[in-house]
């Protein structure tokens, strides 16, 4: 499936405006095609998919980027905004070429705000970092996404990113209380601010959260925080019966609980990680684990909280309970759920599917997935956060032929998500919709709902020049 | 100032539209200028405005609401939505006539969801009597706004209602998920759903809260629910300095604690409510009071929380400390809290605005609103939700003359609003622009951000028939 377009690659009638940029920002910081740093701007982390743009450009600030708007808006080009090119819908593909403009440079905290707990950043931060960063001043920014390493928050606030921690914290729209963006009309906006409260207008903020580049180009957000609870306790339960581990999760919360991470993978995902790590893990036998933790700032609470949970997991007929008895426990049984991408994805090329149910439908989810797989022939490992309904389905490609690959799958990912929202679900959960999911838009939204999508995108952008291609199917 | 519009009383050519509105929802469902219970749907609480339509519709369901607002197209009528009625920004006033569209017929709980915490309410159900049944069931609906024995979910969701909780549980946009909406247009749309994650285009749920009736008519609403925390404990502590009691405030959260209400009266306001009520109120000789409730599942968690916040209320030179010992103690604090507004707005004709800041400039804030008044001669009165620096200022017209009220009001108004935008806050926290703060929308909102809700406006409702004249100045 790489729908590389060669025909992009830019004539020498573009090299006055890729001149333009360069006055703009700096020549280091305009990369054009087949310079050495090139390549990794043709792509993202979705499956293997790669796109040149005509340039890549670096700049520094929101004036920067407002002169570029206004340039790509006089030559008709389309700009790809990038975070840290970790996407999984390929929401940073330059799949109408153009200028992919990375926000790298743009990667400050300027503002660690501990009495109103917000933080003030430039996009291009990395997740981890500000993550880090935060911490050390016993504050707390929860969304976790597994790229956290290497992708930027202002990624996440394109893509609404989440992870483990969203049932309990939310996602990162929870956490954007304010933003800078720069419009299609070139712009300057500025909604929100260090404020819990405020309804003077729209919600243009979450407007432009999860618009995956679409509406505007962020150039800074403002981050709520919370207080970093101190102490975690973590455990691992496996059971010989898929149903009975989700059934377990919805009894948990119904016992006044909310653990900060609810996570689920299923037998073939932790042999998968064997296989790929090379040792034996925990359970690997079982038909699904449960990992389960809890968190706060008083001991004793956490005692009772993980008593309750184990007293729910015998009556839902977990087989075990392996509690972590130290930080280098708790590490090490996250390292084994943080790596289950990476090793599923390792064993061939991939499809994953993002799919997200109301949480008591996990197990019908999960059942009607590998059915459907079977009937097509195709392997797949679902993994993911049950605790907010949220499974990733990967479907391997593995020994299948090219033709069966490229011409079944579509059929058979289409079954997945009628499926899917059949059970009151939605064809993605956290990885957006992008380039790779918008021919299934019409399955999660009907006529009237992507009509609306239309009509706010052509008020935004009548030019379609901000990510264009992306989201809305054609 | 009583802006009512006499000359939009209906004349007999729209008998004509108002016949085809019984046709649509029944006879009995139409209020005529002059029927009995007309005077109602002329005002809400803000002020003494009134603003006669020039007819009202209590429409049952979606379809009802489909087929109005497709005669008011054609018809060219302004449609005003009202809920409960109780705003304090003029939202439900119909300010350019057209019909008052009801949804109190429309407040059925269609489903409480046990397993994943959700429920699906009609726009009409009082917020109370939705809380307090879902709370039967051992769930917990968080948004507390003071007239939540009256106002509706769909209130809450048009003006995006906070409330005391509001510090620790956010605010009503925090718990919608979902919900069904009428556009201008007559299409229904439906977005979002039990779903704790949900990327599958545009946030246009969270377009909709707090949008105050001007972008669709939403007839459904999923909200989010969490557990019913089991124990709580409420104290009060006097302050015999101002700033002291508001320092207090991010001292408490910088020790890890996040109570549920975190609420500041001021001595002025305390006796009001001695007066209203005719008893003694506990501390009302002190400069000001915070009121500060934590809750959770775990006895001895609350015990040391509240510990930990004597220890802070003592180093801010908190005078005493009031702990409730019973839920009836509680609820008399509560009481005394809650009959705020009531009391001080019965003082005289008042302008209360709902100003927000960051909450540690809640001391700036309050310091300044009485400097202003001070030099205008307006008495004001300040208390709110000092926990996200969401404070009330009531202005009493007391003894002034109308002329000085009319001519001055307004030109102190701006300065407290300009006051308030200067130390990083927004001219309303939880009140809404509406009819009567959208002429200071400009001290929140530049032009650019101005013109970009004036573009989503026109896109969704180019013919400007929903709740017209709301949120936007002229």
Chains 1, 2 share one sequence.
Not at 276 to 282: D, L, M, Q, T
Request: some cysteine; hydrophobic content about 40%; overall charge negative.
């Amino acid at each position: 499936m790489n729908f590389g377009c060669a025909k992009l690659i830019p004539s020498t009638s573009s090299i006055h405006w890729i001149d333009q940029l360069e006055k703009i920002v700096g020549k280091t910081h305009v990369i054009r095609p087949g310079a050495d740093d090139f390549a990794k701007y043709e792509q993202d982390e979705t499956e293997d998919l790669r796109f040149p743009p005509q340039a890549v450009v670096r700049p520094a600030s929101a004036d920067e980027i407002q002169k570029i708007v206004r340039l790509a808006q006089t030559e008709k080009l389309p700009i790809v905004p990038r975070g840290g090119g970790t996407g999984l819908s390929g929401g940073a593909l330059a799949v109408k070429g153009g200028i992919v403009l990375s926000l790298e440079r743009m990667n400050r905290i300027l503002e660690i705000d501990k009495y109103n707990f917000f933080a003030i950043v430039q996009p291009g931060i990395i997740t981890q970092q500000f993550q880090e960063t935060v911490e050390a001043e016993g504050l707390f920014y929860p969304p976790d996404p597994a790229s956290r390493g290497s992708c930027t928050i202002g990624g996440n606030v394109a893509e609404n990113a989440g992870g483990p921690r969203a049932l309990k914290y939310g996602v990162t729209k929870d956490y954007v209380y304010g933003l800078k963006a720069v419009l299609a009309n070139g712009e300057c906006v500025s909604f929100g601010g260090k404020l819990l409260k405020d309804v003077a207008g729209y919600n243009m903020t979450q407007l432009f959260v999860g618009s995956e580049g679409t509406l505007g180009i962020v150039t800074e957000i403002t981050l709520k925080l919370i207080a970093l609870p101190r102490l975690r306790r973590t455990l691992l339960a496996p059971f010989d019966d898929l149903h009975q581990a989700a059934a377990a999760v919805p009894a948990i919360m119904a016992r006044g609980i909310m653990p900060c991470a609810l996570e689920f993978m299923e037998r073939d995902c932790l042999q998968a990680i064997e296989n790929h790590i090379g040792k034996p893990v925990r359970f690997s036998k079982n038909a699904a684990v449960l990992l389960i933790e809890v968190n706060g700032n008083h001991e004793s609470m956490l005692d009772a909280e993980i008593e309750t949970i184990g007293e729910v997991l015998e009556e839902y007929d977990a087989v075990d309970c392996f509690i972590a008895e130290s930080t280098a426990q708790q590490n090490e049984i996250w390292d084994i759920r943080r790596i289950a991408g990476e090793a599923v994805k390792s064993i061939s090329l991939y499809k994953e599917e993002d799919t997200v149910v109301p949480r008591s439908r996990v197990p019908e989810l999960v059942s009607g997935v590998h059915e459907i797989c079977d009937r097509w022939g195709l392997r797949v490992i679902c993994y993911g956060h049950a605790g907010d309904g949220n499974i990733h389905c990967n479907i391997l490609k593995a020994g299948m032929t090219d033709k069966k690959w490229n011409e079944e799958l579509p059929l058979a990912v289409e079954e997945i998500f009628k499926h899917t929202v059949s059970l009151g679900g939605s064809i993605s959960g956290e990885h957006g919709i992008g380039y790779i999911q918008k021919r299934y838009l019409p399955l999660s939204l009907g006529e009237a709902e992507i009509e609306l999508h239309r009509q706010l995108k052509h008020a935004l952008d009548p030019q379609n020049l901000l990510n264009p291609d992306k989201i809305l199917p054609n």
